[in-house]
T-cell receptor, first 113, second 114 residues
Framework: GENVEQHPSTLSVQEGDSAVIKCTYS??????FPWYKQELGKRPQLIID?????GEKKDQRIAVTLNKTAKHFSLHITETQPEDSAVYFC????????????FGQGTRLTINP | GAGVSQSPSNKVTEKGKDVELRCDPI?????LYWYRQRLGQGLEFLIY????????KSGLPSDRFSAERTGESVSTLTIQRTQQEDSAVYLC????????????FGQGTRLTVV
């Protein structure tokens, strides 16, 4: 089955700097890669996702890149702000056949003012 | 309802007792997941229901854990003879699955076994 590895487990950056979180997956058939943000005490919420037919997707300060050959994808947050502090989870799935979402272990991101 | 609803939001139980957790998914969502999240940890997959297919139970940690789903609606996660290590937040999520795989999470049930 699918296995998703996420790095780093913790990340601390200065406000205004960029943050990058990386994930690798094992199943080359996976074609859907969402990222979830979980603020302290709250439920995870989708912030951005990418499908395997594109290599990059942006939404304001957030971008995700996908390298299908290497089987890795990354989350990029630019101009970080204190409200970006949270735990971020990547996941992988296959749309066809409705395969389950497999999550990485999470990255605790802290933005230092 | 507007979102995924879980009940109870908090449950304190004595070691050895059975507990039942409930999840009401978003109407029309065919896929339903249960995850366990221990304090400060990641999302541990437990079980996955997809339509009328046999559920994927590969994440259930022991035979004390079981889950059921009635059609494409309510799901219950049952933990028998609870142990202290079962203490965690149990999250349910649902997704439409076929065209839009975004998974929407419930607020979770915080289970404390004393």
């Amino acid at each position: 089955g699918e296995n998703v590895e996420q790095h780093p487990s913790t990340l601390s950056v200065q406000e205004g700097d960029s943050a990058v979180i990386k994930c690798t997956y094992s199943d080359s058939a996976s074609n859907y890669f969402p990222w979830y943000k979980q603020e302290l005490g709250k439920r995870p919420q989708l912030i951005i996702d990418i499908r395997s037919n594109v290599g990059e997707k942006k939404d304001q300060r957030i971008a995700v890149t996908l390298n299908k050959t290497a089987k890795h994808f990354s989350l990029h947050i630019t101009e970080t702000q204190p409200e970006d502090s949270a735990v971020y989870f990547c996941a992988a799935s296959m749309v066809q056949g409705a395969q389950k979402l497999v999550f990485g272990q999470g990255t605790r991101l802290t933005i230092n003012p | 309802g507007a979102g995924v609803s879980q009940s109870p939001s908090n449950k304190v139980t004595e070691k050895g007792k059975d507990v039942e957790l409930r999840c009401d998914p978003i109407s029309g969502h065919t896929a339903l997941y249960w995850y366990r999240q221990r304090l400060g940890q990641g999302l541990e997959f437990l079980i996955y229901f997809q339509g009328n297919s046999a559920p994927d139970k590969s994440g259930l940690p022991s035979d004390r854990f079981s889950a059921e789903r009635t059609g494409e609606s309510v799901s219950t996660l049952t933990i028998q003879r609870t142990q202290q290590e079962d203490s965690a937040v149990y999250l349910c999520a649902s997704s439409f699955s076929l065209l839009n795989t975004e998974a929407f999470f419930g607020q979770g049930t915080r289970l404390t076994v004393v």
